[in-house]
């Protein structure tokens, strides 16, 4: 079992950047694919990036590439988002997530924290 708490949420204006952060707690984090995805009021919950239990592998939805990079500490329990030249579509509530198994792109995952608000004013 793993539990997840992200930070680092906020309100930001129209190119500029946030890291979030997502500790876990529990002493098999390193064994587990993490995730994060994205909630807009009255959409989907929609996929960002993930990122291998070593952080040799990393997937980016396209409408991040280039702007987000995932990465992870495994010796912190700590995954992140930095979020860089932001716009006001990427506002929504930003959920990390953990499974045991392969990087995927679908929200097949296992646990998932409360979320973070990201807005991000034009």
């Known amino acids: 079992q793993v539990q997840l708490v992200e930070s680092g949420g906020g309100l930001v204006q129209a190119g500029g950047s946030l890291r979030l952060s997502c500790a876990a707690s529990?002493?098999?984090?390193?064994?587990?694919?993490m995730g994060w995805f994205r909630q807009a009021p009255g959409k989907e919950r929609e996929f960002v990036a993930c990122i291998s239990v070593s952080g040799d592998i990393t997937y980016y939805a396209a409408s991040g590439k280039g702007r987000f990079t995932i990465s992870r500490d495994n010796a912190k329990n700590t995954v992140y988002l930095q979020m860089n030249s932001l716009k006001p579509e990427d506002t929504a509530v930003y959920y990390c997530a953990a499974r045991l198994g392969v990087v995927t792109r679908t929200t097949s995952y296992d646990h998932w924290g409360q979320g973070t608000q990201v807005t991000v004013s034009s």
């Open positions: 529990g002493r098999t984090f390193s064994s587990y694919t």
